[in-house]
């Protein structure tokens, strides 16, 4: 007991909820580190696909799950400049950054890798939330109608 004794002992209970901001952080967290491994297998020369199970019901009714790949599109597109535009996406829509732009340039996919993880750790810190929750809030409004 004198081991026990050294530690400062509480009585605590783990919340099984999520805040619903929370929630969207780490959905838009999720996407975010999908596109950096999407840029970097394409800098690689490679391609990159999302894995995920999907279940589907046989003839005789039994149910059987698949491992099928799903494409992921990338959020960035060259310019005219031959640099590299990058939006950010909330579901179907885009994010704006700051209230007077919508999209990080950079020069090649090594800055944009750099870019994606910045955004990264600025979503994780509650940087954009104001702008998730917009974006989220619009989203919601479309599947009202």
């Not at 994780?124 to 619009?138: F, K, M, P, V």
């Amino acid at each position: 007991m004198a081991v026990l004794a050294t530690l400062k002992l509480v009585n605590a209970k783990k919340s099984n909820s999520i805040s619903p901001t929370q929630l969207r952080r780490n959905k838009l967290s999720r996407k975010l580190w999908e596109q950096i491994e999407l840029a970097k297998a394409v800098a690689a020369g490679g391609q990159y696909s999302k894995r995920r199970f999907k279940t589907f019901k046989g003839a005789d009714g039994s149910r059987a799950s698949v491992e099928v790949e799903t494409v992921v599109r990338q959020w960035w597109w060259a310019q005219a400049n031959g640099r590299l535009a990058l939006s950010v996406r909330y579901g179907t829509r885009v994010i704006a950054l700051t209230p007077k732009s919508n999209a990080v340039e950079c020069a090649d996919l090594t800055e944009l890798t750099a870019a994606l993880t910045t955004i990264r750790q600025a979503v994780d810190a509650g940087e954009l939330d104001s702008q998730i929750e917009a974006a989220s809030a619009t989203l919601r409004d479309g599947f009202k109608k």
